[in-house]
């Protein structure tokens, strides 16, 4: 592609004339500058791609997260665009589209099940009046959030409430002490309708996002598996899933003490990994707007194994992956938002990570 066609394919988006396949492609498709790639200078290209980033949904907020993303794909925008319409007219990237196709990305969805058992569906289709319970009343937001307001002047009860997520479900709390909660998909929270006089403990298996309110005389405590998350007033993430290797915590804010086997206290941009049974903790480095990118509605894989991408495209398309060949040498770059077509992950991660798939109802076959 010529350096004028690019430009004039960026300047059509930013002007929203660009067609549906266009827009699209776009949309879906980062990029990795080399010099001379497409006859730009750095900066006429930092330029260009300024139009894609002000115009993305749910596009992440952090620059440095976005140029990481542009430099995270191996395919160039020339090649890319020439390669995407050719396999768009092929039999191949057809026959995948046609068998993707009742494959829908998750949603907003859960099971709240209430301390006496009853359980409640939380969905968009689904109405919800208000619940009371010992004097905590829980309501569901026009937006899709759940939202506990305490208004009972006793002490605590024995009454825990548990939130569920499905495969292709994610879910946005308030908890009962203004705690904001994003469950990922396949995950559950559980946790006391009214706290303790001398902690806020919840239950965490799958993974979740916090912003914890503040509160000095409670400190909040995530429980999750062997490890345990001390805070006062933070915002950090804990994936905690039973099919990844290992639990691993981002701080994004604040700090937080682990406690497992030993403990750890973290300071902002810091991960902490471990087993799941907690028996040491490794501290790294991370640019954590990588690490919550799914709260953001993306996908950004950097260099990532094949399996690890897989893990996460099952959960959140309620699919099932099946290996046909060993690939575990494959890994892949690139980020999407998670509101793609599954058929056009599964082209990107094709193009990015030299594997194949095929669709077979809700299975996904992974091939070299």
Not at 114 to 135: E, F, R
Request: with cysteine.
């Amino acid at each position: 592609m010529e350096k004028r066609e690019l430009q004039e394919l960026l300047e059509r988006y930013e002007r929203g004339e660009c067609t549906e396949k266009e827009q699209a492609y776009i949309e879906r498709w980062y990029l990795n500058w080399k010099p001379g790639a497409f006859d730009l200078s750095e900066k006429e290209f930092l330029e260009d791609l300024s139009l894609i980033r002000s115009a993305l949904p749910g596009r992440p907020q952090s620059g440095k997260l976005f140029i990481r993303i542009c430099t995270a794909a191996i395919l160039v925008l020339a090649m890319g665009i020439s390669f995407y319409f050719i396999k768009k007219n092929s039999s191949e990237g057809n026959a995948i589209e046609l068998a993707a196709a009742k494959i829908v990305p998750g949603r907003n969805q859960a099971t709240l099940t209430l301390s006496d058992g009853t359980t409640v569906l939380l969905d968009t289709a689904t109405k919800m009046g208000t619940i009371n319970q010992h004097g905590v009343k829980v309501s569901k937001t026009a937006d899709g959030k759940l939202v506990y307001v305490n208004t009972a002047t006793g002490k605590s009860v024995d009454a825990y409430n548990t939130i569920k997520t499905p495969n292709g479900g994610r879910y946005d709390i308030a908890l009962p002490d203004g705690t904001l909660v994003t469950l990922n998909a396949a995950s559950k929270i559980k946790f006391p309708i009214i706290f303790s006089e001398t902690e806020r403990r919840v239950e965490l298996e799958g993974e979740a996002y916090f912003e914890v309110a503040k509160d000095a005389k409670k400190p909040f405590r995530v429980v999750s598996g062997k490890q345990t998350v001390q805070v006062l007033g933070t915002r950090f993430n804990v994936n905690s899933y039973e099919d990844e290797p290992q639990i691993r915590t981002t701080l994004l804010e604040g700090s937080i003490l682990l406690k497992g086997a030993t403990q750890v206290l973290l300071k902002p941009g810091e991960q902490a990994i471990t087993g799941h049974r907690a028996e040491n903790f490794r501290v790294a480095n991370v640019d954590v707007q990588t690490e919550v990118a799914w709260k953001n509605n993306l996908f950004f894989f950097e260099n990532e194994p094949i399996e690890n991408c897989m893990r996460q495209v099952a959960r959140w398309y309620n699919v099932e992956i099946v290996y046909e060949d060993n690939v575990s040498d494959k890994k892949v770059w690139g980020s999407m938002t998670r509101f793609s077509e599954i058929s056009k992950v599964l082209e990107i991660l094709e193009l990015t990570g030299d594997i194949h798939f095929k669709v077979a109802g809700r299975r996904i076959i992974v091939m070299k």
